[in-house]
């Protein structure tokens, strides 16, 4: 069973940090891609970022881009998204999810974490 958990959302204030964890555990694949996604309230679903734990391959949003880091630490099967100069418009629900190569539609997924930016 794949399981995907994702820690670290909390309130902070406009241009603090705050670090995400998602823990994967199960993956059928050897080579698969986590996602960051982001739901903000009666908005739509966007992309935020993607990492290849294979390759080390990585992707991030035009707008968090100079912002936010994705980064992979594999023998602990834990994909981290550290948020810097974080905005009000960042915050949302964030999730993650695990598509087999490169992130896709998001083949798995966690139940998200919520991130607050507001002062």
């Known amino acids: 069973e794949v399981q995907l958990v994702e820690s670290g959302g909390d309130l902070v204030q406009p241009g603090g940090s705050l670090r995400l964890s998602c823990a994967a555990s199960?993956?059928?694949?050897?080579?698969?891609?986590i996602g960051w996604f982001r739901q903000a309230p009666g908005k739509e679903r966007e992309d935020v970022s993607c990492?290849?734990?294979?390759?080390?391959?990585?992707w991030l949003a035009d707008d968090v881009r100079g912002r936010f880091t994705i980064s992979s630490d594999n023998t602990k099967n834990t994909v981290y998204l550290q948020m810097s100069m974080l905005k009000p418009e960042d915050t949302a629900v964030y999730y993650c999810?695990?598509?087999?190569?490169?992130?896709?539609?998001?083949?798995?997924w966690g139940q998200g974490t919520l991130v607050t930016v507001s002062s």
């Open positions: 999810a695990l598509d087999e190569f490169w992130c896709s539609s998001g083949e798995f």
């Open positions: 199960g993956s059928p694949y050897d080579g698969y891609a």
């Open positions: 990492i290849s734990t294979g390759d080390g391959s990585t």
